[in-house]
């Protein structure tokens, strides 16, 4: 995969590109990330890419000049990458989505920044995504946010591709379980003793009423839509009985 971002502050991505998973991804050519100044492709010797709104109001709006050249040039071989832009009003990025673009073969981001980016601009545009309901300065962080989510869903970039099962969202948007490591003790706190017992079906039981209970409690509308649309399995349905059981004797004491 190739992802190519347009943006007015290139250097914020230098410490996100160069460590951990994605820096790994990179240096093993898993992906290929090319970050764009557009001040790069300003018509004016000051690199000039912002200005007023017309009809008045606060803030400066990126131009359209300067993102429209540096797509044609980045888009000059005739492959069009699918464009995302970061907007505050964008449809809520989450692991679906990521899934996704995953399987893109191009993307390009434009960071949006200031008041937003000249409507102009959307004509290039295949989707817009927000990361929540608040307002950044600029679309760096969501951008990096997109890319980090993605990256992580590529072949051969996790070491452990079990561990990409586990994540919370990608089975059928539940919570991921609770995860222990030594000491088996710690001020008091002990390890669940069944993760001690190297009984494997036990703690795969173990670990799906977790995520189940984990669900329930904080995300009660997955667990509806998975019983309405009969995605949970007989078993997960009395692990889900069993711990609505122990809530509903919770609430009542």
């Not at 039981?205 to 009660?220: A, F, H, I, M, V």
Request: hydrophobic content about 40%.
């Amino acid at each position: 995969m190739r992802i190519d971002v347009l943006t007015v502050l290139p250097h914020l991505f230098d410490c996100f590109l160069g460590e951990g998973i994605i820096g790994r991804a990179i240096q093993s050519k898993k992906v290929e990330v090319n970050v764009v100044n557009i001040r790069d492709f300003a018509l004016d010797k000051h690199k000039v890419v912002d200005d007023v709104p017309y009809g008045g109001g606060p803030g400066m709006v990126l131009k359209p000049e300067p993102i429209f050249r540096a797509y044609e040039e980045l888009t000059k071989e005739g492959v069009k990458p699918y464009v995302i832009l970061t907007e505050p009003w964008g449809e809520t990025f989450n692991q679906g989505m990521a899934l996704e673009l995953s399987k893109k073969e191009r993307l390009l981001i434009i960071c949006g920044r200031y008041e937003g980016v000249d409507e102009r601009v959307k004509k290039l545009v295949d989707k817009e995504v927000s990361i929540g309901d608040y307002v950044l300065s600029g679309g760096e962080l969501p951008a990096m946010v997109i890319m980090d989510a993605v990256i992580r869903l590529l072949p051969g970039v996790l070491g452990n591709e079990e561990s990409l099962k586990a994540d919370s969202f990608m089975d059928r948007g539940l919570l991921g379980y609770p995860n222990y490591t030594r000491p088996a003790e710690f001020r008091g706190m002990r390890v669940p003793e069944v993760l001690l017992s190297g009984h494997h079906k036990r703690i795969e039981l173990w670990r799906k009423e977790q995520s189940l209970r984990k669900t329930l409690e904080r995300k009660p509308e997955v667990i509806e839509k998975l019983k309405k649309e009969n995605l949970l399995t007989k078993e997960e349905l009395k692990l889900l009985e069993k711990v609505e059981k122990e809530l509903r004797g919770g609430k009542e004491s």
